[in-house]
Structure formats: C-alpha cells, structure tokens
C-alpha cells in the first residue's frame, strides 16, 4: 500500500515533535506541512522532506491527495479546524488536549460519524512502552489485587512569557489541563477505570515566566476498590531535573517505575524483576501513527478514539468542579 499523506496544520513546536518520530514510518506516513504562513510552511517542507507546502490551512484541505490531517494549532482552534477537515472529507488526527469541553466532543463526533472518518486524540502516552508495559503487568496479576496507585511528575520548568500557553483562552485551561491530562490518561488507562475524583489545587504562585497556574493533586477510587493519587506540578523540582517515580501497590507486591518510562521495578509473585519497557519509541508517537494509519486502511476506530478521549474529559471536568476557582475552557 501507498504511504498515507498527512498535512500538519500549523508549524510550531508539536509539529517537529510530531515529524522527528516520523522520519522512522516513511513507508507508511508521508507529510507536508501548512502555515499561514506560506515561507514558514516551504521551510518546515525542506526541513523534514515533506511531499508539498501550502500557504493556508484551506489550500491543505482542497488538495485531494491529502488523506488526514493533524490538526497541531493551540487548542482555541482546534474545533474549528477539526470540522472543517471533515467537512472536507479529511481523516483528522487533533493534539491533546483536543477541546475543552464534552459539548466540543459531542459536536466532532457527530461530524466524524456523518464523514465516516477516523478521528484520532493525539494522546502519544496511551501508546508509549511505559504504558503498555503496566497494563500487562497488571493483566497478568503481577502484584495480586490492586490497593494503592501513585503517580508523580513533577518538574520545575516553566513557560517563557511570550509561550502562548500562558494565555489560558488559547491553551483551553491551566498548565494541569493543557499537560497533566496526559497522566491522568495513563492513570486511567491501565486496566481499572476511575470511578470517583477530585482535584485539590495548591496556592498559586506568580513566581518565574510560566503565569499559569501549574500544580494540581487528584485524589480517586477505582471500580476494583483500588485507591490513588495523582500529583502533577511544573514548578517543583525533582532529581535531577525530570527524574521521577511512580508506584502501584498490590497485596502481593509493588511495581515501581520511572515515570518517563526508564525503567520498572516488579517485586511480586514472580520475585524482584528489573524491566525496560523500550526506548526506541518511549514517547508512543511510532505506535500512535501506526494505529492511525491501520484504522484508516481498516476502516476501524483507533486506540485513541474519541469516546476514550471523552472519558477523560468527563474526569477533567469533575476534577475542576472539585478543586474550584479557574475551570476548563474559561
């Protein structure tokens, strides 16, 4: 089969993000890449040996051999975009955060069900080795049945003030909702589903650049009786400067793991075991895009398809109504 032909809408940061992973699925993704404008989008083109460049969004969504779209603007806009390119008749493969409320969701998914295309949530932690990694262990009752689960990561990196990010209108909420939600993904991703949360929220700081409001602690219970916690922060260190742990606690057992995905710990029914989920792809972005391209050639829904997308949003919004003061979408 013919590679996929992808158009990047916007060519910032995520973009090259995006584009580095896939110089390794040449085979599958081809990519061209469109800015508003047209120079920018020519050089980024040249930069990672895109197929073609356009000086609009539209001019991508007109050109017939563009099958998908990643739609990679800052959250404000990513509704907009979203439907135009199914409207177009464009598979769509939207950042996370996608929208900032379950109505945004409601409308994409009727929009997607009457294009019948595939809609992806660019949640890359879904598909990371880490993650699959955990679910297995868990699948397998490693450590016997589930107490206590406690992720952290935390980080003193802040936003330079010019990052669009600090403008919370274009970046759909706080600095927990625009980048936490990926850890609360994982944490929700296992294998046990969340049925009650709540979010605490620290005093904000004004310290530094990053004007956003940067930590948040969610406490919640499992559907298996499991308890935990989520600690999320961007201005508190940690060693050296991003090395983070994380556990699960079972009643036979305990798994330790490095929460960017170094390494895992298992100390369970199998005895103690060091593992090394896989570096080669520890971000998930190879994975994603394989199953984007699969569930277009298949005609199925992805991994990552809205409706699980939606679960975590239903858990956002409740995490903010909890915490009180500034909610998502504000």
């Known amino acids: 089969m013919s590679p996929i032909h992808v158009a990047f809408l916007g060519c910032g940061f995520i973009t ?29 083109r040249g930069r ?14 007109e050109d017939p051999s563009v099958d998908a779209v990643v739609v990679a603007v800052p959250p404000r806009f990513h509704l907009e975009w979203t439907l135009a390119a199914l409207a177009a008749g464009k598979h769509v493969l939207v950042e996370k955060p996608a929208f900032p409320t379950l109505a945004d969701y409601e409308q994409v ?9 595939v809609v992806l949530v660019g949640e890359n932690d ?13 699948a397998e009752d490693a450590i016997g049945e589930l107490v206590f689960a406690h992720f952290t990561t935390l980080v003193k990196r802040y936003k330079q003030a010019d990052d669009w990010r600090n403008d919370e209108t274009m970046a759909g909420g706080d600095a927990f909702f625009e980048e ?8 929700n991703s296992l294998g046990p589903r969340m049925t009650e949360v709540r979010g605490f929220r620290p005093i904000p700081s004004a310290e530094g650049p990053d004007r956003r409001v940067k930590s948040m602690m969610v406490a919640f219970s499992y559907d298996n009786g499991a308890v935990g916690s989520l600690y999320y922060s961007r201005e508190v260190p940690s060693l050296l400067r991003g090395l983070r742990v994380s556990k699960l606690f079972g009643r036979r057992g305990i798994i330790s793991f490095e929460s960017n995905g170094g390494f895992v710990l298992v100390r369970g029914v ?40 939606m679960a975590d949003q239903r858990l956002m919004e409740r995490i903010y109504a909890t915490a009180g003061g500034v909610t998502t979408g504000s």
């Open 270 to 309: 199998r005895g103690p075991r060091l593992l090394f989920p896989g570096f080669r792809d520890v971000r998930g972005y190879q994975a994603m895009y394989r199953d984007f391209a699969g569930a277009i050639r298949g005609a199925r829904a992805p991994e990552m398809c809205l409706e699980a997308a």
């Open 126 to 138: 879904h598909y990371k080795p880490l993650a699959r990694c955990l679910r297995t262990l868990l």
């Open 109 to 117: 998914r009727a929009a997607r069900d009457a294009a019948v295309r």
């Open 16 to 44: 090259g993000v995006h584009s580095r992973h896939l110089k390794r699925l040449s085979d599958l993704v081809r990519c061209s890449y469109a800015s508003r404008d047209a120079a920018k989008a020519e050089a980024w």
């Open 180 to 187: 936490g939600i990926h850890w609360l993904h994982v944490a």
């Open 48 to 61: 990672f040996f895109g197929v073609r460049s356009y000086g609009s969004y539209q001019a991508a969504l």
